[in-house]
């Protein structure tokens, strides 16, 4: 079976991109795939729901910085079964300023990942909301794409920067690289205004959005409190039947 790196992205802030990588990353380990989540966000937020702050020893910052550090330094398993965590600290930060002016800056994640590469089925990046460096290595090490939209008003809005940035590095940097996905998140099916943003990305994105969409839910809001991904917090819950639904349509998609 072949290996499928996926990096969830969207400049945009708050629209789901962490929710979703954690409920992918574990519902795909959940399915018996090896699953790496990578976390290249400096808000940290996909680490510290996973392990505690004060065990991380070195993290995805140092392994991008560091020649000496090795992937095997750095990777912590997680409690879940099949799922081990490249942890991010704030200093995460410190590297779109490090990378500038470095020609080799768009290929770290991937080099440093590539010795690891084949021990997982799945790799999963969660990424930060801006277009800068740290989201540029993960689409060069990706060989997919999803990208999380919010049912809201300007649903579409920075968008089309996004897929210029897709478009730029497939050509230049990384070929292999494909739109997975797009996935309508914090969706509210009683409200006229939720299916009229559905169909305005429908229009923008056609056969690539997600059949499953994901809905407003309070238990996806509170499950990363718990250290849990949303399957044992909530497993009767609309968020844990629609992510489970998601890694179903991945897994066709993807494999
Ligand atoms: P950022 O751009 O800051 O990294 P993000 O795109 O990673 O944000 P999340 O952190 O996943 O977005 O979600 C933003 C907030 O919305 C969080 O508080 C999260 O718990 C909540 N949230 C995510 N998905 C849903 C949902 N389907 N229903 C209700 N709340 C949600
Ligand atoms: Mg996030």
Do not use: W
Request: proline share 4%; aromatic share 6%; net charge neutral.
């Amino acid at each position: 079976m072949h290996s499928v790196r996926i990096a969830i992205a969207n400049q945009k802030g708050g629209v789901g991109k962490t929710t979703t990588a954690i409920n992918l990353a574990a519902g795909l380990a959940q399915r018996g795939k090896r699953v790496l989540l990578v976390d290249l966000d400096p808000q940290a937020n996909c680490t510290i729901s996973f392990v505690d702050r004060q065990s991380i020893e070195l993290s995805v910052y140092d392994l991008l910085t560091e020649s000496a550090v090795e992937f095997r330094d750095v990777v912590m398993k997680t409690s879940q079964e099949n799922l081990d965590l490249l942890p991010a600290r704030i200093s995460l930060a410190k590297l779109e300023g490090k990378l500038i002016g470095d020609f080799e800056g768009p290929y770290k994640l991937k080099d440093r990942l590539h010795p690891a590469s084949s021990d997982y089925d799945a790799i999963v990046i969660d990424t930060p909301p801006t277009l800068g460096m740290i989201t540029v290595n993960a689409l060069v090490a990706s060989t997919h794409l999803i990208i999380p939209i919010e049912a809201a008003y300007f649903a579409l809005e920075g968008t089309q920067d996004l897929r210029e940035t897709v478009k730029g590095i497939k050509a230049r940097l990384n070929p292999q690289l494909d739109l997975l996905g797009v996935l309508v998140t914090k969706h509210d099916r009683r409200t006229l205004l939720s299916r009229g943003v559905y169909e305005e990305i429908y229009k923008g994105f056609g056969e690539k959005v997600f059949e499953t969409t994901i809905s407003k839910s309070v238990r996806l809001e509170e499950s990363p409190a718990y250290r849990e991904s949303i399957f044992t917090f909530a497993p009767a819950s609309s968020g844990a039947i629609e992510y489970a639904k998601l890694c179903d349509e991945v897994m066709r998609r993807a494999y």
